[in-house]
């Protein structure tokens, strides 16, 4: 063997490798190569979903979150509108129980002057009563005398406008 033969080159050995290398990948390309992108492709489609479908719910909670907090501020003005209402009535309450108590004090006030006023004209009514009585057994005591009748209608009147002098006081 000479140096030569060892490294010779044989064309028909490289074209039957490359052959080879091509059939190997034709049928690696058809069997495995296709199989695997269409397998990556299905996984890309479901993260692409999974994705879409998260930013959804995360819009649906922003949503939801903004609705709550609008609920929120609502509820808070009704509370204060309620509370508003509430002090607002009890101070129409409260003026009302004032004005009817003001009126009732007024109402006694004027019922006590009224009996006050009766009591008095009953107390000036029994004075001038017994005042009559009065007279008329100071005129009987008078006529036993034998006082002349103008002598004792003075005499009456005078003791009358005596009496009322007094009672003025």
Known sequence: MQPSDIITVNLWQIVVSLLNLVILFLIIKKFLYKPVKNMLKSRQDKLDEMNNQA???????????????????????????????????????????????????????????????LEKKKAESEIKAQIVDVSFELSKKLIEREIKEEDHHNLIDSFIDQIGDSDEE
């Open 55 to 117: 930013e959804s719910y995360l819009d649906e909670a922003e949503k939801t979150k903004l609705k709550l907090e609008e609920e929120l501020n609502n509820a808070e003005s009704k509370a204060d509108e309620i509370l508003n209402e509430a002090t607002a009535h009890a101070e129409r309450r409260k003026e009302k129980i004032v004005t009817e108590a003001r009126d009732e004090a007024e109402s006694i006030i004027r019922q006590a002057k009224n009996q006050a006023e």
